[in-house]
């Protein structure tokens, strides 16, 4: 059970920090620089991005469930490893459900009441000044996922490389 539940938690951290460094350092960039208009980049980006959000909840909840039997499993002295990373997952994860249930739909009324397309409103137009918030605000949010995702990356590494230390036993007489 410890060694599914290991596995598990490694296979859901691997694929929400991988993907959110796919996302921000290839795909978004690499849309917005290939693709004929700013238009079509946002399309392709926010839709990548609802997909990646509900694949990042599944993740998260995956991990939550898995550390939270490796936590159950542990001896009390090594628990407060798995709580740190429960923690710092459970705010991830928060996080990305703010997103993708606030902001981007926040984003796509703009987009509506912009005419289907931000770049041909004026910027200081109300639904484009919105949108520009969203939008600094949405990657901020997801910057901040991906530090967290880091840190608990970080901390399960830490895990891996520190065996627990022997247990304590009474000096013989």
Known sequence: MVSAARL????ALTIWVGGLIFFAFILAPTAFGTLPSIREAGLVVGASLRVFDVVAVGCGAVF????S???SRAPLRIRGRYEMEFLLAAVMLVATAYIQ???LPSMEID???AGGDITFVDASNPAHVHFDKLH??????????LLLGLGVVFLVSREQASPDPA???PPSA
């Not at 598990?8 to 296979?11: G, S, T």
């Open 8 to 11: 598990l938690q490694l296979l």
């Open 64 to 67: 939550l469930l898995a550390t």
């Open 69 to 71: 039997i490796l936590f």
């Open 101 to 103: 249930w606030n902001i």
């Open 111 to 113: 987009r509506h009441l």
């Open 136 to 145: 600094r605000r949405s990657e901020r949010v997801e910057g901040g996922v």
């Open 167 to 169: 247990p304590l036993t």
